[in-house]
Structure formats: C-alpha cells, structure tokens
C-alpha cells in the first residue's frame, strides 16, 4: 500500500508541473515535508543538495532520494516510475500531435505566457529553502557572488561546487581546532586554580 501511496505522490507531481525540476521543488515540498511528512525539513535540504550536484534531473535524483530513505531500493524504483511515467507520456503526446500544431500563434502565446508563471514556480521554493537554510541579510552576498561568478564570469559551476565542499571542509578542520584549543586552555586553567 505505501509503495501506491509512492507511486500516486510522484506521479501526481510529474504530471501537474510545467518547468522542469525546479520548477517541481515546492511540489516536493509540499507532498514529502509537509503532508506525507517522510523528511524533516533538514533532510529535504541536504537531500536536495546531493540530487543537485549528482548527474541527472533534479527531479529524478529527488524523488530516487525521498524513496530509498523511506523503501530502500524499491521505493527508489518506485518513485523514480512515479516521477518519470508523466513526462514520458508527456513526450510522447506532444512528439505525435505537437509537431503539426507548434508553429500555429496561439500555441505560441500559450508557451510564452507560461513562462513568467514557472519563474515564480522556481523562485519561491528558493526563498523557502534559503530562508530554512539560515540564508540571512548578512550571509546573501554568498549566493549573490556564485550567480556572478557562473552568469558573468562563466564559472563552471562543478568548480564553485568543488570550492564549496573545499571551503566547508576547511572551515570543520579549523572549528575543530579551535574547539580543541579552548578546551586545553580551560582545562589548563583547571588545574592551576587547583
């Protein structure tokens, strides 16, 4: 029953959000965090940043993620059918009827129009997470500076994801030897008070 439950809330989120990936985060959102409640908060961030930086569709690497940590490797299968059937279907309809139709002008207007409605889609959850994720008036010159680094500089953005793991392990080690610094120094202290 539960591998259904899977399947349905998958399905339901590939075949309702025009976009993209991005465009299905508050989606994922909504269904795994809040209503189904198989991830905390912290987990769905840290597991979005594993499906971002893995090869492949965000919104594949998400749902393989959210079902292997409720199902194992089933769930896994399970959700990736859930989050995969509709697009493929999707594909296949436009393929076949799509290609007579796409020069005509409404058909145009119609994908323009949907356009600034999947910017929000993207934007919104990405507000939602930074905000999660302790993003802050003092720390928002850091995404601020990799959008530069990638939009005008040309960056890789393997290169700024490289950095950051460097950077965050390089920030644990010095932590750490502070932490071990102070605690020497107290106990030091300790016992010449004794």
Not at 89 to 114: H, M, N, S
């Amino acid at each position: 029953m539960f591998y259904f439950q899977l399947f349905c809330s998958f399905f339901k989120i590939g075949a309702f959000t025009l976009g993209g990936g991005y465009a299905m985060l508050p989606l994922f959102q909504r269904e795994v965090v809040e209503k189904k409640r198989w991830l905390q908060e912290k987990e769905f961030l840290e597991m979005l940043a594993i499906a971002q930086s893995s090869p492949g569709p965000i919104a594949l690497n998400t749902a393989i993620f959210v079902g292997y940590k409720t199902k194992g490797v089933m769930g896994s299968v399970v959700a990736g059918l859930g989050i995969i059937l509709p697009s493929f279907g999707a594909i296949l309809l436009i393929v076949y009827l799509f290609t007579d139709y796409k020069d005509q002008p409404g058909v145009e207007r119609a994908f323009k129009g949907i356009r600034p409605a999947v910017v929000a889609l993207i934007v919104a959850p990405l507000w939602k997470m930074g905000k999660s994720a302790g993003l802050s008036w003092k720390t928002l010159w850091l995404p601020i500076a990799v959008v530069l680094l990638i939009a005008l500089v040309g960056v890789s953005p393997v290169y700024v994801i490289l950095g950051t793991i460097l950077t965050a392990l390089c920030t644990a080690l010095l932590e750490e030897r502070i932490l071990k610094r102070r605690e020497k120094g107290d106990s030091n202290r300790g016992g010449r008070e004794r």
